[in-house]
């Protein structure tokens, strides 16, 4: 297949509020209502690099039953890709990043 | 007395719903997603052109309709979307909604918790650009997006060739529909699917129209590999006559059919069978959905039905609430509905074995595959543990040595292929394996909130 540019094609019009957020440094041109997820994968094609060996990831069931779509936020923790709605001057990861001094741990292994 | 509260917005949750306000009770209706109308029935926000009328097909009449229901039924109830269960104590639900916890006390609990994809891993599942088959339809309906171009449908299951249909008429390319049960064991399950022949007359509808579009279908067909370096690239199967065959393609939707989200039903207390045809330990219930005194199942979320069964097992579970309430029993609606979620549910049973879970592939998998996505435990890994092991291979111990299934998605993913892969330890029964059990919280919540709802 050609060069790796982006995983979504959008296929039906979104009309609403232009929202931008970052991810990873880079500007991404969101529409209010895309899931952060959609938004991200119209732009590339992963979400986030595992905690083991840094393989890629882009989420799996798309419906917030997985949990393998969670990226990093500046504001601390993580959020769900798939269920999260953009919101203007979010700045997401695919990585931890070493700025983070308290990131909110989320519970549920167990 | 408390007001009945029901999990689950979908049709079985709705239709629940419905019966309970006409009896005059006001139900508090929980719902973890945004807007009503579960998976299939996913109502996409205003702000996207996207037309449903079409998406849905022959469905689109009973679509509209619910949600037509569903806006009248607003003002007669507690109606609190957005709102995640994620624990169950005793006659306590625990609450998490906009980041807040709270807790609400309950009599009588309906749950109707839906179903997702099972699924079968095989090498390079976890590339970007593979997402479950309910999760292509998601990507679709809620927004707007396809999941890559060029798309393989790969699993077993009327939905693939439901899924490529819907992807081929948005302007998909489809690369392939692989699905691995042999024709011959699909024609040999045809007597049970015509328990319910419309629906069988759609699914068959469905491959003519593949067919008619000239898409590429196998059946039979044996997956080898997804590959690809940082996304998927091509998918690799031999097909029924074992030739290898390679379909370039973008992105993978992958599918065995669904399995009941059973996680709540499990810590509200119900007991659990395990069911041969299906290969899943299921809630028991009597033919009415109830699982103990208090606690009612329904929909998807304890039997796979699909929608109509859902509906009418919603229905069905509201009258027998009803009933314990004392209320005067309306016995010629209930049995109407009994007997219609009895047809629905055997169809799907003769579905299970047309549709075949593929537990042969599963035990034959390769050691380097990964099994567990969360914690990446491989395939090697989890046999590893019940070669070292010296009590006899059950999935909870697994899980405690090797971590399978302990991630954060629950088991909800891996659960069922684990299963096979200790039931191959245990001469193939699944019983012997055991059931994974399910933990509060059902999904992954902040620290804090815990803290603050306990």
Same mark, same amino acid.
Request: hydrophobic residues 30%.
């Given at each position: 297949m050609g060069p790796p540019t982006a995983q979504f094609r959008r296929v039906a019009a979104r009309t609403g509020p232009a929202v931008t957020l970052r991810f990873d440094g880079v500007s991404i041109a969101a529409t209010a209502g895309d899931s952060v997820l959609a938004a991200l994968l119209q732009h590339g094609t992963l979400l986030r690099r595992l905690e083991f060996g840094a393989e890629p990831r882009a989420g799996f /069931?798309?419906?917030?039953? /997985?949990?393998? /779509?969670w990226v990093w936020s500046s504001a601390g923790g993580r959020i769900r890709a798939c269920t999260t709605p953009v919101a203007e001057g979010m700045e997401l990861f695919a990585m931890p990043q070493a700025s983070f001094d308290r990131p909110a741990e989320e519970s549920g292994r167990g | 007395m408390a007001d009945p509260v029901i999990v689950g917005a979908g049709p079985a949750g709705i239709a629940a719903a419905e019966v309970l306000c006409a009896a005059g009770l006001r139900p508090i209706l929980i719902d973890e997603g945004a807007r009503a109308g579960g998976q299939g029935y996913r109502r996409p926000a205003e702000s996207l052109a996207l037309d449903m009328a079409r998406l849905m097909g022959s469905e689109a009449r009973k679509y509209a309709a619910l949600h037509r229901r569903f806006e009248a039924l607003l003002p007669r109830i507690d109606y609190r979307p957005g709102t995640l269960v994620w624990a169950i104590d005793g006659d306590t639900l625990h609450l998490l909604r906009d980041g807040r916890a709270e807790t609400l006390c309950f009599d009588r609990l309906l749950i109707a918790s839906g179903a997702m994809d099972r699924i079968a891993p095989l090498p390079g599942w976890t590339l970007p650009g593979v997402f479950t088959l309910g999760g292509a339809q998601v990507a679709l309906?809620?927004?707007?997006?396809?999941?890559?171009?060029r798309v393989a449908f790969l699993g077993s299951s009327p939905l693939l060739a439901l899924a490529a249909k819907q992807y081929r008429e948005m302007g998909a390319e489809i690369a392939v529909i692989a699905d691995t049960t042999a024709l011959r064991a699909k024609a040999a399950a045809l007597p049970a699917l015509l328990h319910a022949p419309r629906t069988l007359a759609r699914g068959l509808w469905y491959m003519a129209a593949s067919l008619r579009a000239g898409t590429k279908m196998l059946h039979g067909a044996v997956p080898v590999a997804i590959e690809g370096s940082e996304r998927v690239e091509a998918l690799l199967l031999h097909d029924a006559r074992g030739r290898e065959r390679r379909f370039a393609c973008d992105a993978v939707a992958l599918g065995y059919g669904l399995k009941p989200e059973t996680q709540l039903a499990d810590l509200a207390g119900a007991t659990f069978v395990y069911d041969a045809d299906f290969r899943l330990f299921l809630p028991k219930i009597d033919g009415m959905g109830r699982a103990r005194p208090g606690l009612y199942l329904a929909g998807d979320g304890v039997r796979i039905g699909g929608a109509d069964a859902a509906e009418a097992s919603g229905a069905l579970a509201a009258h027998a609430i009803l009933s314990d309430l004392g209320r005067p029993a309306e016995i010629a609606v209930t049995r109407r509905l009994a007997r219609r979620v009895q047809r629905l549910r055997d169809f799907q049973r003769g579905l299970a074995r047309a549709f075949a879970w593929p537990r042969a592939q599963i035990a034959a998998l390769d050691d380097a595959v990964t099994l567990c996505r969360c914690e990446n435990v491989t395939v090697g890994a989890v046999r590893a543990s019940m070669a070292r092991d010296l009590g006899p291979a059950e999935v909870n111990r697994v899980k405690a040595i090797t971590r399978c299934g302990m991630g954060r998605c629950q088991g909800r993913v891996c659960g069922p292929a684990l299963q096979e892969l200790v039931a191959a330890e245990c001469g193939g029964d699944g019983l012997a394996a055991g059931r994974l059990r399910g933990q509060a919280p059902v999904k992954p919540i902040a620290l804090a909130a815990a803290m603050d709802g306990s």
């Open positions: /069931c798309l419906m917030g039953a /997985c949990q393998d /779509c | 309906k809620d927004q707007g997006c396809l999941i890559g171009s």
